[in-house]
């Protein structure tokens, strides 16, 4: 089935460390996007790319790196910069990086907590 | 620029009984309306959208929401509840305006279904 797969489900993350959260996706979709979600706050954009090897800044990118190499992957690293990162973080993909009618289809979501 | 914004952050209702979250945007185009779901540690699930046509849209589960231009409204309804729709709902609009397929998402509505 198609699909996109966020790994791990749970993560947790020494203070100055760096981790990286995956996504991957086999529904051919051209466009990407990471969204974190905390508490009474709804789902903030962290960055989104519509085509491989490119990328763009959301709201909240600070703290935050992405890569686009592979049309299927688009893995997030949490950097030491951001002072805040216990999350629950979100990958999203859709069908073309033009205006679609389709909507986004999520992955099942990362639980990041610093110990 | 588009915006959405969900009226009430969370709704009680008892089991059996009819329910409304409430969704208004701002755009002044054309736009495609969507109503997602979230259940605990869970990614987005697409309830249904409204692409053009018939205001009326059905969605699964039950549910069905109405688009209104002159409101620049897309509430979400569903006649009688069951425990199980218990989650969070999410409104997100796009426009023609946005060439880069963004989707804008309100705050969310946490529906909590009382037996």
């Known amino acids: 089935d198609g699909g996109i797969t966020q790994s791990p489900k749970y993560l947790f993350r020494k203070e100055g460390q760096n981790v990286t959260l995956s996504c991957e996706q086999n529904?051919?979709?051209?466009?990407m996007y990471w969204y974190r979600q905390d508490p009474g706050q709804g789902l903030r954009l962290i960055y989104y790319?519509?085509?491989?090897?490119?990328?763009q800044k959301g709201d909240i990118a600070e703290g935050y790196s992405v890569s686009r190499e592979k049309k299927e992957s688009f893995p997030l690293t949490v950097t030491s910069a951001q002072k805040n990162p216990t999350a629950f973080y979100l990958c999203a993909s859709s069908l073309t990086g033009a205006w679609d009618t389709y909507g986004y289809t999520f992955g099942s979501g990362t639980r990041l907590t610093v110990v | 620029a588009q915006s959405v914004t969900q009226l009430d952050s969370q709704v009680p209702v008892f089991e059996e009984a009819p329910v409304e979250l409430r969704c208004n945007y701002s755009?002044?185009?054309?736009?495609?309306l969507f109503w997602y779901v979230q259940y605990p540690n869970q990614g987005l699930q697409l309830l249904l959208k409204y692409l053009s046509g018939s205001t009326l849209v059905k969605g699964i589960n039950g549910f069905e929401a109405e688009f209104n231009k002159s409101q620049t409204s897309f509430h979400l309804r569903k006649p009688s509840v069951h425990i199980s729709d218990t989650a969070e709902y999410f409104c997100?609009?796009?426009?023609?305006?946005?060439?880069?397929?963004?989707?804008?998402f309100g705050g969310g509505t946490r529906l909590m279904v009382k037996p």
């Open positions: 997100a609009v796009s426009d023609e305006n946005n060439a880069g397929n963004m989707l804008t």
């Open positions: 755009s002044s185009v054309s736009v495609y």
């Open positions: 529904l051919n979709h051209d466009a």
């Open positions: 790319s519509q085509i491989v090897n490119d990328f």
